[in-house]
Protein backbone atom coordinates (compact mmCIF):
# COMPACT_ATOMS: atom_id res chain seq x y z
CA UNK A 1 0.00 0.00 0.00
CA UNK A 2 1.34 3.26 -0.80
CA UNK A 3 1.70 6.33 1.75
CA UNK A 4 -1.00 8.32 -0.51
CA UNK A 5 -3.57 5.35 0.05
CA UNK A 6 -3.24 5.81 4.27
CA UNK A 7 -3.10 9.83 3.85
CA UNK A 8 -6.35 10.10 4.92
CA UNK A 9 -5.60 8.10 8.37
CA UNK A 10 -2.89 10.74 9.33
CA UNK A 11 -5.52 13.00 10.09
CA UNK A 12 -7.68 10.52 11.75
CA UNK A 13 -7.76 9.83 15.30
CA UNK A 14 -5.32 6.85 15.75
CA UNK A 15 -1.55 6.55 15.98
CA UNK A 16 0.86 3.66 15.06
CA UNK A 17 3.03 3.13 17.23
CA UNK A 18 5.61 1.06 15.93
CA UNK A 19 7.52 -0.83 18.68
CA UNK A 20 11.33 -1.27 17.72
CA UNK A 21 12.32 -2.68 21.38
CA UNK A 22 13.46 -6.17 19.28
CA UNK A 23 15.66 -4.88 16.79
CA UNK A 24 16.65 -0.97 17.80
CA UNK A 25 16.20 -1.95 21.47
CA UNK A 26 18.39 -5.45 21.41
CA UNK A 27 20.76 -4.41 18.63
CA UNK A 28 23.46 -2.89 21.07
CA UNK A 29 22.87 -4.83 24.42
CA UNK A 30 25.76 -6.03 26.00
CA UNK A 31 23.84 -8.98 26.80
CA UNK A 32 23.02 -10.76 24.06
CA UNK A 33 19.86 -12.60 24.05
CA UNK A 34 19.57 -15.72 21.94
CA UNK A 35 16.29 -16.04 19.89
CA UNK A 36 14.56 -17.87 22.28
CA UNK A 37 14.66 -15.21 24.72
CA UNK A 38 14.27 -12.11 21.53
CA UNK A 39 11.10 -14.19 21.37
CA UNK A 40 9.61 -13.96 24.51
CA UNK A 41 9.68 -10.28 23.98
CA UNK A 42 7.93 -10.43 20.97
CA UNK A 43 5.59 -12.43 22.60
CA UNK A 44 5.01 -10.17 25.33
CA UNK A 45 4.71 -6.80 22.91
CA UNK A 46 2.10 -9.29 20.33
CA UNK A 47 -0.41 -9.40 23.35
CA UNK A 48 -0.04 -5.78 24.08
CA UNK A 49 -2.43 -4.25 21.29
CA UNK A 50 0.73 -2.73 19.45
CA UNK A 51 -0.38 -2.59 15.86
CA UNK A 52 3.63 -3.04 14.57
CA UNK A 53 6.59 -4.57 15.87
CA UNK A 54 10.12 -4.04 14.40
CA UNK A 55 10.76 -8.03 15.19
CA UNK A 56 14.62 -7.85 14.11
CA UNK A 57 17.12 -6.98 11.19
CA UNK A 58 19.42 -8.96 8.58
CA UNK A 59 22.44 -7.52 9.06
CA UNK A 60 26.07 -9.06 8.88
CA UNK A 61 25.85 -11.19 12.08
CA UNK A 62 29.63 -9.95 12.66
CA UNK A 63 28.52 -6.66 12.94
CA UNK A 64 25.98 -6.88 15.07
CA UNK A 65 26.00 -10.40 16.68
CA UNK A 66 22.26 -9.60 19.00
CA UNK A 67 20.77 -9.75 15.51
CA UNK A 68 22.00 -13.02 14.40
CA UNK A 69 19.06 -15.82 13.81
CA UNK A 70 16.63 -13.22 12.78
CA UNK A 71 15.61 -16.01 9.71
CA UNK A 72 14.62 -18.44 12.63
CA UNK A 73 12.85 -15.93 15.06
CA UNK A 74 10.79 -15.04 12.13
CA UNK A 75 9.68 -18.58 11.53
CA UNK A 76 8.17 -18.62 15.19
CA UNK A 77 6.39 -14.91 15.43
CA UNK A 78 3.73 -15.38 17.57
CA UNK A 79 0.10 -14.49 15.73
CA UNK A 80 1.26 -15.32 12.22
CA UNK A 81 -1.19 -17.47 10.72
CA UNK A 82 -3.40 -18.48 13.75
CA UNK A 83 -6.49 -17.86 13.37
CA UNK A 84 -8.14 -15.28 15.63
CA UNK A 85 -4.62 -14.28 17.04
CA UNK A 86 -4.10 -10.39 17.56
CA UNK A 87 -3.22 -8.49 13.92
CA UNK A 88 0.25 -7.29 14.69
CA UNK A 89 2.07 -6.06 11.38
CA UNK A 90 5.67 -7.20 11.31
CA UNK A 91 8.34 -5.66 9.54
CA UNK A 92 12.28 -6.25 9.37
CA UNK A 93 15.32 -3.98 8.95
CA UNK A 94 17.51 -4.46 6.07
CA UNK A 95 20.63 -1.77 5.47
CA UNK A 96 21.49 -3.31 1.80
CA UNK A 97 20.36 -5.95 -0.87
CA UNK A 98 21.89 -8.95 0.55
CA UNK A 99 19.63 -8.03 3.43
CA UNK A 100 16.85 -7.29 1.85
CA UNK A 101 17.43 -10.99 -0.10
CA UNK A 102 17.41 -13.00 3.50
CA UNK A 103 14.47 -11.17 4.61
CA UNK A 104 12.86 -12.73 1.24
CA UNK A 105 14.12 -16.10 2.15
CA UNK A 106 12.98 -15.85 5.61
CA UNK A 107 9.61 -14.61 4.64
CA UNK A 108 9.66 -11.15 5.36
CA UNK A 109 6.21 -9.63 4.66
CA UNK A 110 7.42 -5.71 5.45
CA UNK A 111 11.36 -4.53 5.02
CA UNK A 112 12.66 -1.41 6.62
CA UNK A 113 15.75 -0.05 4.48
CA UNK A 114 17.89 2.26 6.01
CA UNK A 115 18.76 5.85 4.20
CA UNK A 116 20.97 8.46 5.63
CA UNK A 117 21.19 12.20 6.41
CA UNK A 118 24.92 12.38 6.21
CA UNK A 119 27.63 10.69 4.00
CA UNK A 120 29.54 9.43 7.34
CA UNK A 121 26.97 7.96 8.81
CA UNK A 122 25.86 6.26 5.31
CA UNK A 123 29.63 4.83 5.18
CA UNK A 124 30.11 3.77 8.97
CA UNK A 125 26.67 1.97 9.14
CA UNK A 126 26.38 0.82 5.50
CA UNK A 127 29.52 1.35 4.13
CA UNK A 128 28.29 2.72 1.51
CA UNK A 129 27.63 6.52 -0.13
CA UNK A 130 24.15 8.35 0.42
CA UNK A 131 23.44 8.00 -3.09
CA UNK A 132 24.14 3.88 -3.14
CA UNK A 133 21.87 3.83 -0.28
CA UNK A 134 19.32 5.50 -1.78
CA UNK A 135 20.26 3.57 -5.09
CA UNK A 136 19.57 0.71 -3.22
CA UNK A 137 16.54 1.82 -1.59
CA UNK A 138 14.64 2.32 -5.32
CA UNK A 139 16.05 -1.66 -6.32
CA UNK A 140 14.28 -2.94 -3.01
CA UNK A 141 11.55 -0.85 -3.83
CA UNK A 142 11.09 -2.47 -7.21
CA UNK A 143 11.61 -5.31 -6.23
CA UNK A 144 9.57 -5.31 -3.52
CA UNK A 145 6.72 -4.25 -6.11
CA UNK A 146 6.82 -7.31 -7.80
CA UNK A 147 6.97 -9.68 -4.65
CA UNK A 148 4.14 -8.08 -2.85
CA UNK A 149 6.26 -6.69 0.10
CA UNK A 150 5.86 -3.80 1.70
CA UNK A 151 8.90 -1.07 2.12
CA UNK A 152 9.45 1.83 4.92
CA UNK A 153 11.96 3.84 4.19
CA UNK A 154 13.71 5.34 7.26
CA UNK A 155 16.33 8.14 7.08
CA UNK A 156 18.73 7.50 9.76
CA UNK A 157 20.39 11.02 11.60
CA UNK A 158 17.89 13.37 9.79
CA UNK A 159 18.03 15.77 13.13
CA UNK A 160 21.83 15.62 13.63
CA UNK A 161 25.12 13.21 12.57
CA UNK A 162 27.42 12.16 15.34
CA UNK A 163 30.13 12.49 12.84
CA UNK A 164 29.15 15.96 10.80
CA UNK A 165 26.72 17.53 13.45
CA UNK A 166 23.83 19.31 12.16
CA UNK A 167 22.42 18.33 8.79
CA UNK A 168 21.09 20.93 6.93
CA UNK A 169 17.07 20.69 6.01
CA UNK A 170 17.50 21.03 2.54
CA UNK A 171 18.86 16.93 2.77
CA UNK A 172 15.67 16.28 4.22
CA UNK A 173 13.71 18.51 1.40
CA UNK A 174 15.81 16.22 -1.03
CA UNK A 175 14.87 12.83 0.63
CA UNK A 176 11.58 13.61 0.67
CA UNK A 177 11.50 14.94 -2.53
CA UNK A 178 13.03 12.37 -4.28
CA UNK A 179 10.55 9.44 -2.05
CA UNK A 180 7.12 11.43 -1.94
CA UNK A 181 6.52 9.00 -5.32
CA UNK A 182 7.89 6.19 -4.59
CA UNK A 183 5.96 2.89 -3.70
CA UNK A 184 6.63 2.90 0.29
CA UNK A 185 4.62 2.71 3.03
CA UNK A 186 6.38 5.68 5.23
CA UNK A 187 9.33 7.44 5.10
CA UNK A 188 10.50 7.76 8.89
CA UNK A 189 12.73 10.54 10.08
CA UNK A 190 14.68 8.86 12.70
CA UNK A 191 16.88 10.96 15.14
CA UNK A 192 19.21 8.12 15.55
CA UNK A 193 21.12 9.61 18.21
CA UNK A 194 18.57 11.84 19.93
CA UNK A 195 20.01 15.09 18.79
CA UNK A 196 16.70 16.54 17.63
CA UNK A 197 14.51 19.67 19.63
CA UNK A 198 10.73 20.26 19.66
CA UNK A 199 11.23 23.60 17.43
CA UNK A 200 13.65 21.62 14.61
CA UNK A 201 10.90 19.16 14.49
CA UNK A 202 8.10 21.37 13.78
CA UNK A 203 9.94 23.40 11.61
CA UNK A 204 11.28 20.54 9.25
CA UNK A 205 7.78 18.99 9.25
CA UNK A 206 5.73 21.46 8.77
CA UNK A 207 7.17 22.29 5.25
CA UNK A 208 7.48 18.49 4.12
CA UNK A 209 3.66 18.05 5.04
CA UNK A 210 2.37 20.33 3.26
CA UNK A 211 4.68 19.74 0.16
CA UNK A 212 4.06 15.69 0.42
CA UNK A 213 1.02 15.38 2.63
CA UNK A 214 1.83 14.32 6.31
CA UNK A 215 0.77 10.46 5.88
CA UNK A 216 4.13 10.35 4.23
CA UNK A 217 5.96 10.57 7.06
CA UNK A 218 6.67 8.61 10.68
CA UNK A 219 8.97 10.12 13.04
CA UNK A 220 11.62 8.14 14.84
CA UNK A 221 13.12 9.64 18.35
CA UNK A 222 15.76 8.70 21.04
CA UNK A 223 15.84 10.07 24.12
CA UNK A 224 19.47 11.36 24.75
CA UNK A 225 18.56 14.62 25.70
CA UNK A 226 15.62 13.94 27.45
CA UNK A 227 13.64 15.60 24.04
CA UNK A 228 12.10 12.77 22.74
CA UNK A 229 8.40 12.70 24.42
CA UNK A 230 8.53 16.30 23.37
CA UNK A 231 9.51 15.60 19.66
CA UNK A 232 7.02 13.04 19.26
CA UNK A 233 4.47 15.93 20.75
CA UNK A 234 6.44 18.59 18.10
CA UNK A 235 5.58 15.88 15.17
CA UNK A 236 1.71 14.89 16.46
CA UNK A 237 1.23 18.98 16.17
CA UNK A 238 2.22 18.51 12.71
CA UNK A 239 0.23 15.88 12.05
CA UNK A 240 2.74 12.96 11.98
CA UNK A 241 0.54 9.74 13.18
CA UNK A 242 3.00 7.03 13.24
CA UNK A 243 6.25 6.85 15.75
CA UNK A 244 8.69 4.42 16.36
CA UNK A 245 9.15 3.14 20.33
CA UNK A 246 10.86 0.77 22.01
CA UNK A 247 9.58 -0.83 25.23
CA UNK A 248 11.42 -0.08 28.20
CA UNK A 249 13.11 2.69 26.30
CA UNK A 250 15.63 0.04 25.38
CA UNK A 251 17.36 1.01 22.61
CA UNK A 252 21.06 2.60 20.75
CA UNK A 253 22.85 2.16 17.81
CA UNK A 254 26.44 0.70 17.73
CA UNK A 255 27.22 2.77 14.49
CA UNK A 256 26.08 6.25 16.13
CA UNK A 257 28.71 7.24 19.31
CA UNK A 258 26.17 8.74 21.80
CA UNK A 259 22.90 7.70 20.51
CA UNK A 260 20.84 6.07 23.88
CA UNK A 261 17.35 4.52 24.52
CA UNK A 262 14.90 5.24 22.19
CA UNK A 263 11.76 6.94 23.38
CA UNK A 264 9.53 4.28 25.55
CA UNK A 265 6.66 2.86 23.84
CA UNK A 266 5.08 3.18 27.66
CA UNK A 267 5.58 7.24 27.95
CA UNK A 268 4.25 7.93 24.26
CA UNK A 269 1.35 5.43 24.90
CA UNK A 270 0.17 6.90 28.10
CA UNK A 271 0.73 10.16 26.53
CA UNK A 272 -1.30 9.56 23.47
CA UNK A 273 -4.16 7.67 24.94
CA UNK A 274 -4.68 11.13 27.77
CA UNK A 275 -4.28 13.36 24.62
CA UNK A 276 -7.25 11.12 23.47
CA UNK A 277 -6.14 9.11 20.70
CA UNK A 278 -6.55 5.40 19.39
CA UNK A 279 -3.73 3.80 20.22
CA UNK A 280 -5.65 0.04 20.86
CA UNK A 281 -3.03 -0.24 23.56
CA UNK A 282 -3.29 -2.59 26.77
CA UNK A 283 -2.15 -0.58 29.60
CA UNK A 284 -1.89 -3.79 31.89
CA UNK A 285 0.18 -6.06 29.01
CA UNK A 286 2.59 -3.25 27.70
CA UNK A 287 3.64 -2.89 31.48
CA UNK A 288 4.17 -6.51 31.63
CA UNK A 289 6.09 -6.34 28.33
CA UNK A 290 8.51 -2.96 29.76
CA UNK A 291 9.05 -5.83 33.18
CA UNK A 292 10.30 -8.12 30.91
CA UNK A 293 12.39 -5.98 28.35
CA UNK A 294 14.64 -4.81 31.97
CA UNK A 295 13.90 -8.52 33.08
CA UNK A 296 15.90 -9.58 30.24
CA UNK A 297 18.01 -7.33 29.34
CA UNK A 298 19.25 -5.45 32.99
CA UNK A 299 19.76 -1.86 31.10
CA UNK A 300 15.46 -1.17 29.90
CA UNK A 301 15.45 2.10 32.18
CA UNK A 302 11.77 1.89 32.13
CA UNK A 303 9.72 4.97 30.46
CA UNK A 304 9.49 7.64 33.00
CA UNK A 305 5.65 6.99 33.02
CA UNK A 306 6.23 2.95 34.12
CA UNK A 307 6.29 3.50 38.26
CA UNK A 308 2.90 5.99 37.79
CA UNK A 309 1.67 2.57 35.42
CA UNK A 310 1.76 0.08 37.54
CA UNK A 311 0.26 2.36 40.72
CA UNK A 312 -2.81 3.23 38.35
CA UNK A 313 -3.68 -0.55 37.20
CA UNK A 314 -2.73 -1.72 41.14
CA UNK A 315 -5.61 1.09 41.64
CA UNK A 316 -7.86 -0.83 39.12
CA UNK A 317 -7.06 -3.92 40.33
CA UNK A 318 -8.31 -3.33 43.35
CA UNK A 319 -10.81 -1.58 42.73
CA UNK A 320 -11.93 -4.65 40.92
CA UNK A 321 -11.24 -7.03 43.46
CA UNK A 322 -13.33 -5.28 46.05
CA UNK A 323 -16.49 -4.98 43.43
CA UNK A 324 -15.82 -8.94 43.04
CA UNK A 325 -16.18 -9.50 46.47
CA UNK A 326 -19.02 -6.82 47.38
CA UNK A 327 -20.76 -9.12 44.54
CA UNK A 328 -19.61 -12.46 46.43
CA UNK A 329 -21.25 -10.50 49.47
CA UNK A 330 -24.71 -10.09 48.33
CA UNK A 331 -24.84 -13.40 47.29
N1 LIG B 1 23.16 -9.71 6.25
C1 LIG B 1 24.05 -10.67 6.60
N2 LIG B 1 25.34 -10.62 6.25
C2 LIG B 1 25.75 -9.57 5.53
C3 LIG B 1 24.89 -8.54 5.15
C4 LIG B 1 23.54 -8.64 5.54
N3 LIG B 1 22.67 -7.71 5.24
N4 LIG B 1 25.58 -7.63 4.46
C5 LIG B 1 26.85 -8.07 4.42
N5 LIG B 1 26.94 -9.23 5.07
C6 LIG B 1 28.12 -10.06 5.29
C7 LIG B 1 28.81 -10.48 4.04
O1 LIG B 1 28.24 -11.66 3.55
C8 LIG B 1 30.22 -10.71 4.55
O2 LIG B 1 30.28 -11.93 5.23
P1 LIG B 1 31.63 -12.78 5.26
O3 LIG B 1 32.65 -11.94 5.96
O4 LIG B 1 31.25 -13.99 6.04
O5 LIG B 1 31.95 -13.03 3.84
C9 LIG B 1 30.37 -9.60 5.59
O6 LIG B 1 29.07 -9.25 5.98
C10 LIG B 1 31.05 -8.37 5.06
O7 LIG B 1 30.55 -8.17 3.81
P2 LIG B 1 31.02 -6.99 2.94
O8 LIG B 1 30.47 -7.16 1.58
O9 LIG B 1 32.50 -6.81 3.07
O10 LIG B 1 30.37 -5.84 3.70
P3 LIG B 1 29.49 -4.73 3.14
O11 LIG B 1 30.38 -3.66 2.70
O12 LIG B 1 28.51 -5.27 2.18
O13 LIG B 1 28.71 -4.18 4.41
C11 LIG B 1 27.48 -4.12 6.40
C12 LIG B 1 28.37 -4.95 5.50
C13 LIG B 1 28.02 -2.74 6.68
C14 LIG B 1 26.10 -3.97 5.80
C15 LIG B 1 27.44 -4.89 7.67
O14 LIG B 1 28.57 -4.58 8.38
C16 LIG B 1 26.23 -4.67 8.50
O15 LIG B 1 25.34 -5.48 8.42
N6 LIG B 1 26.20 -3.62 9.36
C17 LIG B 1 25.11 -3.47 10.29
C18 LIG B 1 24.42 -2.18 10.16
C19 LIG B 1 23.42 -2.04 11.25
O16 LIG B 1 22.73 -2.96 11.64
N7 LIG B 1 23.30 -0.84 11.82
C20 LIG B 1 22.38 -0.59 12.88
C21 LIG B 1 20.99 -0.40 12.42
S1 LIG B 1 20.72 0.96 11.38
ZN1 LIG C 1 17.04 4.26 16.43
Redesign the pocket.
Known sequence: MTCQETGNQATANRVTINEVGP??GL?SQSRILPVAGRLRLIEALHGTGLARIEAG????????PA?AGTGSLLQSLPGRGEPGAAKVDYSV????????E?AVEAGAESVTM?IYASETMARK????SMAEAERTAWQIIGLARDAGIEVIV?A?VSFGCPFEGEVPPGTLHGIAERFADADIHRLVLAD?IGAANPAQVGDLLAPLAERHGVGLFGCHFHDTRAMALANVLAALQAGVRWFDSSIGGLGG????PGASGNVATEDVAVMLQQMGFDTGIDFAALLAASDLATELTGTAPGGKVREWLRGQLGKTNQIASAMQACREDAK
Open positions: RDQSFVSPKAVMLVPNLKGYLVNARMIATCPFA
